[in-house]
């Protein structure tokens, strides 16, 4: 009896491994937003179902992702630091950036608003505050694309971060989800894209405080990693998956995509 069920086991197996050897299917590494505001959980089924290849994500903060890419452990990187995206084609790691979509960054506080920057449209003036302030700040930490918007915005305020910040600036090296609930437990403020910011539910006494400075636009581009210098870069899968994303199939997927009725990214691939 034991040797008819090996035996049928065996056979099982040996009928299943064509199938899965035939299975196709990509490695994307890409940001904690595209992730946890759900938007892969949109657009994925639909990619599979037109094409037969599965997506599997690991999302990281930009940095990570592109340093993934680097090393040749993903067939496509998705994030969102232009300065970082196009250093990354250039050095020869990826072969070409294509723009998908936006949304935008917000500026995320306690309903107290202890710095006073509720009601404003200046981005730039709102840091100030909060460092005037002393107010807690939770940051990201973690070399994401939206770690990297809020030191060019501290920056750009003309604060040096790293020199300044005290026990008031709390670095989480954390995913958007989990910084913004670092910012909720401490009553913080904190920099969060839109999207995750939508679809997060542990808001406690958090709201947005500012939001609209063209300085929070957020773009997102897609590369392919180089095969060249990877040669187990999945080339055909990995760029009809790009060719999905920025094709008008894609970019409406993108655009339907809603939590609350609200839309969270705006295609602009054929800008």
């Known amino acids: 009896m034991e040797v008819k069920r090996w035996l049928t086991g065996l056979i099982a197996a040996a ?35 037109r094409t037969g290849i599965q997506v599997r ?9 592109l340093d993934m890419g680097k090393r040749g452990d993903a067939d496509v990187v998705f994030v969102h630091a232009r300065p970082l995206e196009e250093k990354f084609v250039t050095e020869g790691f990826g072969v070409k950036r294509f723009e998908v979509m936006y949304n935008d960054f917000v500026l995320i506080g306690p309903k107290a608003d202890p710095a006073r920057v509720a009601g404003g449209k200046d981005v730039l003036e709102a840091f100030r505050k909060v460092k005037a302030a002393q107010a807690p700040f939770v940051s990201r930490g ?11 915005i501290w920056k750009a305020a003309g604060i040096d971060i790293a020199k300044h910040k005290g026990r008031w600036y709390r670095d989480t090296g ?9 910012a909720a437990g401490m009553n913080a403020y904190i920099l969060a894209d839109r ?23 957020n773009q997102y581009g897609i590369i392919l ?13 990995g760029q009809a998956f790009i060719d999905w994303v920025v094709s008008a199939q894609g970019q409406k997927a993108i655009a339907e995509y809603r939590i609350g009725g609200e839309q969270l990214f705006f295609p602009n691939a054929a800008k």
């Not at 973690?142 to 990297?148: A, L, Q």
């Not at 954390?174 to 609930?181: D, E, V």
């Not at 990693?225 to 899968?237: F, L």
């Open 15 to 49: 009928v299943m491994l064509p199938a899965l050897a035939q299975q196709k299917f990509i490695t994307v590494a890409s940001t904690t937003s595209t992730e946890q505001s759900g938007l892969f959980k949109h657009l994925l089924p639909l990619f599979e179902k």
């Open 57 to 65: 994500v690991v999302a990281l903060g930009t940095g990570q992702a």
């Open 142 to 152: 973690d070399k994401s694309g939206t770690h990297f918007a809020e030191l060019e």
């Open 174 to 182: 954390q995913g958007m989800g989990p910084a913004l609930n670092s």
């Open 195 to 217: 999207g995750t910011w939508l679809s997060f539910k542990n808001r406690a006494d958090l709201s947005i405080v500012l939001e609209g400075d063209r300085r929070l636009f």
């Open 225 to 237: 990693v180089n095969p060249a210098k990877h040669p187990t870069v999945k080339k055909e899968t």
